[in-house]
């Protein structure tokens, strides 16, 4: 409930509660000293197939999930509650109003990770097999596709029971990426 309540501030007069969802600021990567994880396997024999852009990929992906995940995934969060609280109906005072910011946040924060979660999934060839040389690289790509899929929803006015597949899996990549301790130092 506290989620809830830090998320939607009453900003109306009395009797008519609106949601004050915060815009998420842009998030504009910087310079650090960071450096994969190569010590669980299979990751430390697939250490010589990184890039350097690979590198920078997760390091900036890292920095966006250290600055702004938490955050973001609070706004998912609250809104799933503030809606499940209005009975799934779209057409009560400012949920169509806190939909649209969380999914413009989603779809910021999608925006940031998409070239890097992409550039951090590889695909082999004959086979098709997906996997990433860095640990925790799919988990980044993953995470990406589920914020897509969570704002593609709230954009459809779907019920919040049809977006909580997508939230509840974006919860488990974005936790284990964090008690993975990857992003540590990014």
Known sequence: MTVLAGLLLVTAAPGQAEPATPTLPVFTPYPSD????YRPFPYNLWQIRVTPQQITAQR???QWINAQYGD???QVYGFQH??????DNWSRPGVTEA?????????QSAAFLDPRAH???????PDQSEYSPLFHGDSIYRLWYQFTQISDKITKRMPSGQINANIATANVYGRV???SAVCTGA
């Open 34 to 37: 960071w450096q994969p994880d």
């Open 60 to 62: 900036e992906s890292c």
């Open 72 to 74: 973001l995934m609070n």
């Open 82 to 87: 503030f809606l499940a609280d209005r009975g």
């Open 99 to 107: 939909g649209d910011i969380v999914a413009a946040n989603l779809d």
């Open 119 to 125: 550039t951090l999934f590889i695909v082999n060839y």
């Open 177 to 179: 990426i964090r008690d």
